[in-house]
Nanobody, 115 residues
Framework: QVQLVESGGGLVQPGGSLRLSCAAS????????MGWYRQAPGKERELVAI???????NYVDSVKGRFTISRDSAENTVYLQMNSLKLEDTAVYYC?????????WGRGTQVTVSS
């Protein structure tokens, strides 16, 4: 059973930075893609950033230039570096991994941006 475990969330002031980590129980290259989603109160879950097995990345427009998704294959970990955080970035952030047939989710980590 594949497990994805997020960490790194917390409380940060506007303009601050956080780095989220998603540790996979197996090789991250077993996934066709891995991504970060977020869900704010009263809103639908949205894709924030994705990295494909071959390397290309994509971001939702609202985080372009501020967030960076990366991976460390030796650690089987995917990261989300979040800079210049805004109040509207407040949400629960979820790690996602997709194979050809299945989809896996972590339990989420809370990110709160507040002054």
């Amino acid at each position: 059973q594949v497990q994805l475990v997020e960490s790194g969330g917390g409380l940060v002031q506007p303009g601050g930075s956080l780095r989220l980590s998603c540790a996979a129980s197996g090789s991250i290259f077993s996934f066709v893609s891995m991504g970060w989603y977020r869900q704010a109160p009263g809103k639908e879950r949205e894709l924030v950033a994705i990295i494909r097995r071959s390397g290309p990345t994509n971001y939702v427009d609202s985080v372009k230039g501020r967030f960076t998704i990366s991976r460390d294959s030796a650690e089987n970990t995917v990261y989300l570096q979040m800079n210049s955080l805004k109040l509207e970035d407040t949400a629960v952030y979820y790690c996602n991994g997709r194979t050809a047939n299945l989809e896996y989710w972590g339990r989420g980590t809370q990110v709160t941006v507040s002054s």
